[in-house]
């Protein structure tokens, strides 16, 4: 597939987050904290779910796939972001961009539904407690979780193969840190409008649908919540929300902005900051916002401490 295309450019560079010289080190070391802290923080998540059985719920399973997609999908770009900072020449060949691109937006759109299905692991929870069980069993999380990352794959291959399509000839550096769809398509030689098509379609398909069913989740979470008389009844049902609401807002506002509004030549350096919240802020704060809270995942902590230390 990576090979059909008959482009002029074998390689593109990446402009990164700034030019400036004197920021290179500074913006280095950064990024290299939160990506060791990503790092840790996601696998170290996937760790006490895997090893605590009391953490084997409907919940947890969906965060366990949480948080595996944000840990493939910083070190995606993470890696070739921090040795441009270092670098001189800041080159990724045409395959190597290609490939990036593919893959970035295959874990980005796989986490838009996988944390749809987590609204509606919320909704089942706080609205239908009697039936959760049954109605999130094993077959059902594992059928939602599965068509997350089908919609992922699926949308991948729309945009990556509207891409290839695409001719390059003079032009090579991306105006960004990582191989993404609007910054390739503003170095295009060839007409891009079946690529802004495929874009507003797949995109907006892939956030107005998660958008607009998170929405309902949550509204028939308030008029449930609403009918508890007790305080701390709410308290609870309020916060076994709260760390989701948290993290889809950060992720939707941000892709929802850098992909949804109109952006003309030249004003990509506006969007980088908001492509930063979702693609490099969202994975290092999941662990934090969905455990920090969480007395479940504090307890597992404990025990898991406890036996390291007594063994």
Not at 90 to 105: D, E, H, K, R, W
Not at 147 to 171: I, K
Request: hydrophobic fraction near 45%; charged fraction near 10%.
């Amino acid at each position: 597939m990576l090979t059909g295309n008959d482009s002029l450019v074998t390689e593109f560079v990446l402009a990164g987050l700034t030019d400036l010289q004197e920021l290179q080190l500074p913006l280095f070391h950064l990024f290299l904290m939160i990506y060791i802290v990503t790092i840790l923080g996601n696998f170290g998540l996937l760790t006490l779910i895997g090893l605590n059985s009391h953490l084997h719920t409907p919940m947890y399973y969906f965060l366990f796939n949480l948080s595996f997609i944000d840990l493939c999908y910083s070190s995606v770009f993470s890696p070739k972001m921090l040795m441009n900072f270092v670098s001189k020449r800041n080159a990724i060949s045409y395959v190597g961009c290609m490939t990036q691109l593919f893959f970035f937006l295959f874990f980005v759109i796989s986490e838009c539904y996988m944390l749809t299905s987590m609204a509606y692991d919320r909704y089942v929870a706080i609205c239908n407690p009697l039936l959760y069980r049954v109605t999130m069993s094993q077959q059902v999380c594992s059928a939602l979780s599965l068509a997350a990352y089908v919609m992922g794959f699926v949308g991948a291959t729309a945009h990556t193969g509207c891409m290839l399509r695409l001719t390059f000839c003079n032009a090579n550096v991306i105006n960004h840190y990582l191989c993404d769809i609007l910054p390739l398509l503003q170095l295009s030689c060839t007409s891009t409008y079946v690529n802004e098509v495929v874009v507003l379609v797949v995109v907006g398909i892939n956030i107005t649908v998660p958008s607009f069913t998170i929405f309902i989740s949550y509204t028939l979470i308030l008029s449930n919540i609403s009918g508890i008389h007790s305080t701390e009844g709410k308290s609870k049902a309020f916060s076994t929300c709260s760390s989701h609401i948290i993290a889809v807002s950060l992720f939707f506002g941000a892709s929802a902005f850098m992909y949804l509004t109109p952006s003309p030549t030249g004003t990509l350096d506006q969007d980088k900051p908001s492509t930063v919240f979702y693609t490099i802020v969202g994975p290092m704060m999941n662990p934090f916002i969905y455990s920090l809270r969480n007395k479940d995942v504090h307890v597992a902590l404990r025990k898991t401490l406890k036996k390291r230390m007594l063994s």
